[in-house]
């Protein structure tokens, strides 16, 4: 084990993991945290904590995250390299390794222009791929990237993200090995509803081996209306919700959308579920965390293992 992390036992011992995330409140009162944390408490192997998603100003993902470790979940610490220069990247794993957070998840991040402070100058000194790269070098050899030795390497599970379905299709694949060549143990994919394309990037990506060498959680967001899906399909950057699925949750009455997009996420995770090459979920109920307990339970993934510490 490289980490000590329980999101990792659990993946070495077979078990299809689940994760969620909880989003940091725009504020500093924890209880908003700490909510939403008892609603992912028992649910999930892991929880991610976001990183001022959508470049608008939160709580930062390591205070979450470590208000989520003392709620009783093990928090997965999401960093972006938008925001910080490569001396922030390594202090901030070093602090977060100390404190006790042993997943990293590597990011770029949103850009700036869609966030509340558009005029904020984006740092971009490293990418997430050198991200990736610079904490297995600071774990694995113990040393910084400037070849300096460090008084106690850092223990993270290290993971990365990616988007099957964006343009051009051609360089999905090809990116995930360069995250797995960095150093990435594990993957979460964004929200799947194009089932066609996404087993599609699994085949070119077994092809490669890859499902061999890197934990592949696939990504499921419930669709709370048809209001939602058609929002989501127009105006967020790489997702792609087929007609016949907007057509599925439309055709419902109103009142009745939520309980179906529902039943349509644990359909999704029952799905991947059998996909060769599949090892867990990332279940991204966005401010909907109430609905976690449904859809895991519903999708037969409760109790959760007990793995050894």
Same mark, same amino acid.
């Given at each position: 084990?490289?980490?000590?992390? /329980? *999101? ?9 993991? =689940? ?11 924890? /209880? ?12 999930? $192997? !892991?929880?991610?904590?976001?990183? /001022? ?8 993902? %390591? ?13 997965? *610490?999401?960093?972006? =390299? ?34 509340? $402070? ?12 050198? *991200?990736?790269?610079? !904490? ?29 379905? !964006? ?10 090995? *360069? ?24 085949? $070119? ?11 592949? %959680? ?21 997702? $792609? ?57 519903? !999708? ?10």
């Amino acid at each position: 084990m490289k980490s000590g992390s /329980n *999101l990792e036992k659990v993946l070495a011992a077979g078990h299809f993991a =689940v994760t969620a995330e909880c989003g940091p409140p725009r504020g500093a009162n924890p /209880n908003k945290v700490l909510e939403k944390a008892e609603h992912v408490k028992g649910n999930v $192997d !892991a929880c991610n904590v976001t990183d /001022n998603q959508t470049s608008v100003v939160r709580m930062s993902s %390591l205070a979450g995250c470590i208000l989520v470790k003392e709620s009783g979940t093990e928090p997965l *610490l999401q960093m972006v =390299v938008r925001d910080r220069n490569r001396i922030a990247i390594q202090s901030d794993l070093l602090g977060a390794s100390a404190l006790g957070v042993r997943n990293l998840l590597c990011l770029s991040g949103d850009h700036q222009k869609f966030g509340d $402070d558009p005029q904020a100058k984006n740092v971009f000194d490293i990418d997430s791929i050198q *991200l990736i790269y610079l !904490a297995k070098m600071m774990r694995d050899e113990g040393i910084f990237p400037s070849g300096d030795k460090l008084e106690g390497a850092p223990k993270f599970y290290i993971g990365c993200a990616v988007n099957p379905f !964006a343009d051009p299709y051609e360089i999905r694949v090809a990116r995930l090995k *360069l995250k797995v060549d960095a150093g990435a143990d594990f993957v979460q994919t964004q929200c799947i509803y194009n089932m066609d394309i996404f087993k599609q990037y699994m085949e $070119d990506a077994k092809k490669q081996g890859l499902h061999e060498r890197v934990k592949i %959680l696939a990504g499921v967001t419930p669709l709370k209306s048809a209001g939602m899906a058609k929002f989501m399909n127009r105006m967020v950057a790489g997702i $792609d919700i087929p007609e016949d699925v907007i057509k599925r949750i439309a055709d419902e009455p109103k009142e009745k959308q939520a309980a179906k997009g529902i039943e349509m996420c644990i359909e999704q995770i029952q799905e991947v579920k059998e996909m060769e090459g599949i090892a867990g979920a990332h279940v991204m109920a966005i401010e909907w965390e109430e609905k976690l307990n449904e859809i895991i339970g519903g !999708a037969g993934l409760l109790p959760r293992p007990a793995v050894e510490q």
